[in-house]
């Protein structure tokens, strides 16, 4: 059992995390093993972020005291916390991997910090499995750029049964 002192220490950590990132993303990991969790840990380091274990009662102490309205008590299983300056569909992606990798690992929803909003856990799954940005915008381009070359390609060969 941790001392009031400790626990007050883990509050004020919350906060730090609170103030100085982007985003958090809610996990169960109960019943994942702690090698696993390192895998996790390793491949979020990449990204430069962290995974941490709360209490939920903490937590929600460290939210409120940011301005935050979220309780995360009302999440289901225990809390692990990934937090990052990036915005949430660059860290969903990984973090859907792994939750895809290893079943017993669940997200329970993502935070917003820059605009106060919960994002739910099905919705951070939606855009986790969503090809990186730089993917999506080429698919864009050639779908706008598909009839145009196709145009192309019939007066081309239009213009070769003229001239035989």
Known sequence: MKTKAQKIKKV?????IIEGKNTVVFADFTG???NDMNTLRKSLHDFESKFEVFKK???RVALQQKGFEFNPETLPGQLGVIYT???LDEIAGPVYK???QFKTFKILGGLNLKDKMFVPGIEVEAI???????????QVVGTI???MSAFLYVLSERSKQLSK
Do not use: M
Not at 12 to 16: A, H, P, R, V, Y
Not at 132 to 137: A, G, H, W
């Open 32 to 34: 994942t093993k702690v």
């Open 128 to 138: 986790g499995q969503l090809p990186p940005r730089d993917v999506l915008i080429a």
């Open 57 to 59: 009662r903490l937590f």
């Open 12 to 16: 004020e950590d919350g906060g730090i």
């Open 85 to 87: 300056d990036k915005r």
């Open 145 to 147: 750029a598909a009839p």
């Open 98 to 100: 792994f939750a895809k």
